[in-house]
């Protein structure tokens, strides 16, 4: 699929005479629309738009291999078909539910706007997918990659990211939320900050002391640099840091203070969550904090906390080592109320 809405106009030999002036591939010009609404309307993220595109384009391909050129032709036996099609050429459960809720939200848009008169994705299921646990830090391995004394000195890349990491675990930030702050979203007389997330939406986040302390360091040192910018973290040509590096440094720290495994950002956001769950126990909280439109996108963590008591149970529990007989573990369906 193009880029850009095909304007060239093409004649079907065995249509109508009003359809010369449709679009080459109709469907194809309606997904651009689409797109271009949810890139300069709704103000998704390039990378959100970008996944939107790709699976279109998977949706428009099949369109055009099974003669479908009106969107108010498609079915819901139509999308089955290319539901069994993309599970055939390999793609992922994860992929197909993705490519699926894509084809959603399009069809909605277009009953809004009422070229259509129904959703007919709406009653197609994609595959299941295997729920897999995220994988985070404990609270011990945490410490061990932010109790660093390395940025206390003149270093400021040191200083800078040390911030960083202490605002991603503090806070439970995302990548692209961290990258894309901006000097004013601190508020350090309240102990807040505000965040820019998903689709555009705001929250306010609590804000640790170790975290605003080392951000007013940061700050100081940020201060002496030449730039312009008025973003929260910027690279050593004065620019909004970015992504790559975030990832880069944070990999780097972990490597040289002793962890044995690749940290990325995400996974001290899983910790962020993980940790606070474990002692608060307020659901509802995190998934504030943390951004989630839905509940159900938080709950994951539950079973986080969950894996963390077995193990508990599992170091403590006097009988506990009945288990590697093959005694059932708690939580079985077969143990009393």
């Known amino acids: 699929m193009s880029n ?6 093409a004649t079907r030999a065995s249509g109508p005479a009003d359809d010369t002036d449709r679009p080459a591939d109709p469907i194809a010009a309606l997904c651009e629309i689409f797109l271009h609404n949810l890139a300069q309307i709704r103000r998704l993220s390039p990378h959100t738009v970008a996944g939107y595109r790709h699976d279109l384009a998977l949706f428009c391909e099949f369109c055009r291999t099974h003669n479908l050129d009106d969107v108010t032709r498609v079915h819901g036996a139509d999308i089955r078909g290319w539901i069994r099609q993309l599970h055939h050429r390999g793609l992922k459960p994860k992929s197909i539910q993705r490519a699926l809720s894509a084809l959603r939200s399009f069809y909605k848009a277009l009953y809004r706007d009422g070229t259509v008169t129904g959703n007919p994705a709406t ?6 997918v295997a729920r897999r646990l995220p994988v985070t830090l404990d609270a011990d391995q945490t410490q061990q990659l932010l109790n660093s004394h390395e940025a206390t000195g003149d270093d400021w890349l040191l200083v800078r990211d040390q911030a960083i990491m202490e605002l991603f675990y503090s806070s439970g930030l995302r990548l692209a939320e961290l990258a894309a702050m901006n000097n004013g ?27 605003s302390s080392a951000l007013q360091t940061w700050l100081q040192q940020r201060a002496l640099l030449r730039t312009d910018d008025d973003a929260l973290f910027v690279s050593n040509r004065g620019s909004r840091i970015s992504h790559r590096s975030i990832q880069a440094r944070l990999a780097q720290h972990a490597l040289t203070r002793g962890l044995p495994q690749h940290v990325h950002p995400h996974m001290l956001r899983h910790a962020f969550a993980t940790h606070v769950l474990e002692s608060s126990g307020d659901l509802r ?3 504030e904090m943390l951004g989630h439109a839905n509940l159900t996108t938080t709950q994951i963590y539950t079973h986080l906390d969950f894996q963390h008591l077995s193990k ?5 529990h006097p009988r506990a080592s009945r288990q590697k007989d093959g005694a059932k573990k708690i939580g079985s369906d077969d143990s009393a109320p």
């Open 4 to 9: 850009a809405p095909d304007s060239t106009t």
């Open 123 to 128: 009653g197609v299921s994609a595959p299941k």
């Open 185 to 211: 979203d601190i508020d350090f007389s309240e102990g807040f900050v505000t965040v820019t997330g998903k689709g555009n939406k705001t929250r306010r986040v609590p804000l640790g002391r170790i975290a």
């Open 285 to 287: 909280a995190v998934q």
């Open 312 to 316: 508990v149970y599992d170091s403590a």
